[in-house]
């Protein structure tokens, strides 16, 4: 049986869900879910309630909607990543990319991270499917390529979460950084490419 497609947003709504968003991400990523008032992402967004209410239909709408742009976002540097006659120096460009994204996208990894650290009850196994997918699929390359000899024999996942947790570090923990150390702040994400690159390269390049 045939179903109407829901109708599609006009410009200006789909505008305005994008500010609704930019404003939710802000919240979201500084309270966590249960922190972030609605109310106050509406006044923060220059609209009322139910004028918000309008776009999103619950806190827990508007949150899912901002979590899948979210893993989209996130998977953009996994995905470049690819088969290479050089896959040591392909690592190594992935490590940078990941290093861009947490100088540019610092708000997006925090949520990201804090919904990972209280186990995903609100994700669903739906949202997190893509990265799953593109997830398998790296590190069946990363075999591969050990395989191949063309990078060093290691235990692949562990390899995976140390290169997110060596790059997401200086987003996820910006405050910590900036306390302990805030003569780094300027030249922070130079020091770390100058800093993980050699490592990364020296680690994975077969003897």
Known sequence: METDAPPKKTRIQRERQQEILAVALDAFSENGFRGASINQIAKSAGMSTPRLLYHFNDK???YRALLRSTILLWL???????DSDD???ELCRYIRRKLVMSQKYPRESRLFAGEILIGVPRAGDELFEPLRTTFD???ALFLNWMDAG????QDPHHLMYSIWATTQHYADF???IDELSPEKSPTLFSDAE?????MYR?????E
């Open 202 to 206: 020296k680690m994975l390049s077969p």
């Open 76 to 82: 953009g540097p996994l995905q470049k990543l690819q």
């Open 194 to 198: 100058n800093f993980l690159i050699p």
């Open 137 to 139: 699929e790296k590190i």
């Open 87 to 89: 896959p040591v120096e």
């Open 150 to 153: 063309k990078i060093t024999r």
């Open 174 to 176: 910006e405050a910590q």
């Open 60 to 62: 827990e709408a508007l």
